[in-house]
């Protein structure tokens, strides 16, 4: 996989608030320094896709070989834009109906951005894009064996979760809700249940997130990340929503790794006053 350079005018993490907590975290091999991966579509323009990745401090964006089609003159504006942010990049198979059609397009990504990352999604029904684990299944198994790098989407089902793990997948991303809709995390406790049964994966919740709160959520649930378009693309200032979402993914994290207090069934006063000295006053 070839290696780019990290996104100019990635802001600063902030300080590691424990032992536990580190700068960085490896996703198949590379070093990354955001948990923020950020899609390239439904953007006004290119110029203000650039503008928003910047931003964002992402260092990893998900493009369509489909929908932009790099390799033709109608792409190359497009992806002039792309390549001058440095990022890693993450091809998808978006708009795949059968595991076939995204092996072949995830081949076809892997020769024309010179990469063996590949966003694996092969959409089961055409009203909720609920993606089909069936042929998911088939496709990640080939495509690992071709030697695919494979970030499966996927609904947020435990069992299909560790299937894919099963197969190889070192990075597993589940949805929120369905994509598109910004309904964030429909079922939290299926994702902590995936988080608590898959220690050793790195988790994202892509799809379904539609405000900064929502993605500060998944990191306190201890999610490793987070991939998202829309809700940036489709801002009013596309630019301050991804600087949001890049501050609300950093508090998120934080929270987690610093132990996050666990709900009470009863009130406890935050300042006791039995076995309390009182401070006099006079």
């Known amino acids: ?13 902030i300080e590691a608030f424990s032992d536990k907590q580190s700068s960085t975290w490896n996703v198949y091999g590379v070093e990354l320094s955001s948990r923020f991966f950020i899609g390239s579509a439904l953007y006004p323009s290119p110029e203000v896709m650039q503008q928003a990745i910047r931003a964002s401090g992402a260092e990893v964006i998900t493009l369509s070989l489909r929908r932009q089609s790099p390799e ?72 690992i064996k071709e030697g695919f790098k494979v970030f499966p989407y996927c609904t947020d089902d435990l069992v299909l979760c560790q299937r894919l793990h099963d197969l190889g997948c070192e990075v597993i991303m589940p949805w929120g809700s369905p994509i598109g809709t910004g309904k964030g995390l429909m079922n939290p406790y299926a994702l902590k249940i995936i988080r608590e049964r898959l220690p050793e994966v790195n988790l994202l919740v892509d799809a379904g997130i539609g405000k900064p709160s929502d993605a500060c959520q998944a990191l306190e649930l201890g999610f490793d990340g987070v991939l998202l378009n829309t809700a940036v693309a489709e801002a009013v200032n596309p630019v301050i929503m991804a600087s949001a979402f890049a501050d609300a993914i950093r508090a998120g994290r934080a929270a987690y790794e610093s132990g996050i207090m666990p709900a009470r069934e009863s009130a406890t006063p935050s300042t006791p006053t039995i076995g309390t000295p009182f401070w006099h006053q006079g």
């Open 72 to 143: 033709s003159n109608g792409g190359e504006y497009f992806w002039d834009f792309v390549k001058d942010l440095g990022c890693h990049l993450l091809p998808n198979t978006a708009g795949c109906h059968s595991a076939q059609e995204a092996i072949t397009i995830a081949q076809m990504s892997r020769e024309i951005f010179d990469t063996d990352w590949v966003k694996l999604e092969v959409i089961g029904d055409d009203y909720n894009l609920q993606p089909d684990p069936f042929a998911l299944l088939e496709a990640t198994e080939i495509l």
């Open 1 to 13: 996989m070839t290696q780019l350079n990290n996104c100019k005018g990635t802001p600063p993490l």
